[in-house]
């Protein structure tokens, strides 16, 4: 049998980025209000949590893919103590300006890759993210796609 996932953008939607265009330190890193709650919930309903990134911060020189990692070993840590176990954290370190890839949303290489990884099944699972791109690459791949206001984890449907 498929799997069911919940993809997630990251900034915006799993952590508040008011005030910063690009988060790679850890103290700049704050979950979102009812994160927890929610991703608790879809887990508990059977779907695989994954988060799709943009990082084009790392093409700009701005930071390393080494600080990107810090950053998801310190969600992780915040989640597993949560009881939260995410997937995978997939993230495009291109940036337009700079290297031409079909990785960064809204292109859906990342979710092409996770979904045949997993097993997924697209016609049950969702994007969730509060920019256009996440919506544009969400559909590409033929999910259900929803959009939040920045920085509000607001979800009702699933
Ligand atoms: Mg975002
Ligand atoms: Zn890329």
Redesign the pocket.
């Known amino acids: 049998m498929k799997n069911k996932a919940i993809f997630l953008?990251?900034?915006?939607?799993i952590n508040n980025?008011v005030g910063h265009y690009y988060i790679y330190k850890k103290d700049d890193f704050k979950l979102n209000e009812n994160v927890i709650l929610n991703l608790k919930k879809f887990q508990k309903n059977g779907f695989l949590l994954i988060i799709i990134s943009n990082q084009g911060g790392i093409s700009k020189g701005i930071y390393e893919k080494k600080d990107v990692e810090k950053v998801h070993n310190f969600l992780k840590k915040i989640f597993e103590k949560n009881g939260i176990f995410l997937k995978e954290i997939y993230y495009c370190p291109h940036h337009n300006d700079f290297e031409n890839c079909i990785c960064r949303k809204p292109d859906s290489l990342l979710l092409e890759k996770a979904i045949s990884r997993f097993n997924i099944d697209v016609s049950k699972s969702y994007f969730v993210?509060?920019?256009e791109r996440?919506i544009i690459a969400g559909k590409k791949v033929g999910m259900k796609t929803i959009k939040i206001e920045k920085n509000k984890f607001k979800i009702s449907i699933i």
Do not use: C, E
């Open positions: 953008d990251r900034d915006g939607v980025d993210g509060d920019s996440d």
